[in-house]
């Protein structure tokens, strides 16, 4: 039989592996909205094309143009991932039997109890598959066309997206940032 400090140590760590596992599946749906300035070297014409067809591609649609401003916003829906649904459905089922484990060794007369709370684990991959479903929106400034901006201002396009998008959208049109 372990010693009441083995288990009390053993149930605070796994608590607090239990805590660190539920942060990690909030945090899996948790809004990374990023603004980067990105350096082009191609005409403007040809960079706008090529934004346009980058986001036609990747199932975004022009939702707005205020010209006043110099600002196109693109709108599109983000489609949650099966792997990271099932992979957090496993870590959750993971750690709920190792607090169920713990638990059973504090309350032997439980043991069953505890062993059947790791049917609640697809509760974390239904909770990621509800929040991480949403409509997501990108936002270009783009350099007011004046003459008195430096050539390298000129080349410039600032975006507000998610953190993922911008490196998808910096690797496919090879875009560096000004950073």
């Given at each position: 039989?372990?010693?009441?400090?083995?288990?009390?140590?053993?149930?605070?760590?796994?608590?607090?592996?239990?805590?660190?596992?539920?942060?990690?599946?909030?945090?899996?749906?948790?809004?990374?909205?990023?603004?980067?300035?990105?350096?082009?070297?191609?005409?403007?014409?040809?960079?706008?094309?090529?934004?346009?067809?980058?986001?036609?591609?990747?199932?975004?649609?022009?939702?707005?143009?205020?010209?006043?401003?110099?600002?196109?916003?693109?709108?599109?829906?983000?489609?949650?991932?099966?792997?990271?649904?099932?992979?957090?459905?496993?870590?959750?089922?993971?750690?709920?039997?190792?607090?169920?484990?713990?638990w059973s060794l504090l309350?032997?007369?439980?043991?069953?109890?505890?062993?059947?709370?790791?049917?609640?684990?697809?509760?974390?991959?239904?909770?990621?598959?509800?929040?991480?479903?949403?409509?997501?929106?990108?936002?270009?400034?783009?350099?007011?066309?004046?003459?008195?901006?430096?050539?390298?201002?000129?080349?410039?396009?600032?975006?507000?997206?998610?953190?993922?998008e911008l490196i998808e959208?910096?690797?496919?049109?090879?875009?560096?940032?000004?950073?």
């Amino acid at each position: 039989m372990m010693s009441v400090t083995s288990l009390a140590s053993t149930l605070v760590l796994t608590l607090l592996l239990a805590v660190g596992l539920f942060f990690f599946i909030r945090a899996s749906v948790k809004d990374r909205t990023q603004e980067v300035t990105l350096v082009f070297e191609q005409e403007e014409t040809s960079m706008f094309d090529q934004l346009q067809q980058y986001f036609a591609h990747r199932s975004y649609r022009v939702a707005t143009i205020d010209s006043a401003q110099n600002q196109v916003t693109y709108e599109g829906f983000v489609k949650p991932s099966i792997f990271l649904a099932i992979f957090l459905t496993l870590l959750a089922a993971i750690g709920i039997l190792c607090l169920a484990l713990v638990w059973s060794l504090l309350f032997p007369g439980l043991s069953s109890l505890f062993l059947v709370l790791v049917l609640l684990s697809p509760v974390a991959g239904i909770f990621y598959w509800k929040k991480a479903g949403r409509p997501e929106r990108v936002l270009l400034k783009l350099p007011n066309q004046s003459n008195e901006l430096p050539h390298e201002l000129q080349n410039q396009i600032t975006v507000v997206a998610h953190r993922d998008e911008l490196i998808e959208l910096q690797r496919s049109l090879r875009l560096k940032s000004s950073e």
